[in-house]
């Protein structure tokens, strides 16, 4: 008898850069399969793009007042472009732009990221 794992019937696993383990029914992908370079001149990330309005607002906030007490100048704000959303109108892109504008004392200025970085999906956050 063996250990009990249960073979499965279809195929995973194809594709370059993916090796499939006969013994464990295992796809090892090896560490840079598909992954870009970083970009040395892009921010820190705050990710918003899927969450509730209440949600994004509140990581928003937590997460610039976590960033500003670091000391870090200026942050990137992916709150996606709102394609996916009821009847194709953005939600987050408009209301995260609003809050940085009523944020003054926290948040010192912001513009649409470059194309590379999400452009119209994300803003950069310049913080006091």
Do not use: N, Y
């Not at 249960?6 to 598909?34: L, N």
């Not at 004392?105 to 803003?123: D, F, K, N, Q």
Request: overall charge positive; aromatic content about 4%; glycine content about 12%.
């Amino acid at each position: 008898m063996g250990r009990g794992k249960a073979r499965s019937g279809g195929k995973k696993g194809k594709g370059p850069g993916v090796q499939r383990s006969i013994r464990f029914d295992a796809v090892v992908t090896p560490p840079d399969a598909g992954a870009r370079p970083r970009d040395p001149d892009k921010p820190p990330e705050i990710l918003l793009r899927k969450l509730t309005l209440a949600e994004a607002l509140d990581r928003l906030e937590t997460q610039l007042r976590a960033w500003a007490a670091q000391g870090q100048d200026q942050v990137l704000v992916v709150h996606g472009k709102g394609s996916r959303s009821d009847r194709g109108i953005p939600v987050l892109g408009p209301e995260v732009r609003r809050w940085c504008s009523e944020h003054q004392r926290l948040v010192s200025s912001w513009e649409e990221a470059p194309p590379r970085w999400g452009g119209a999906g994300a803003i950069v956050v310049r913080l006091r």
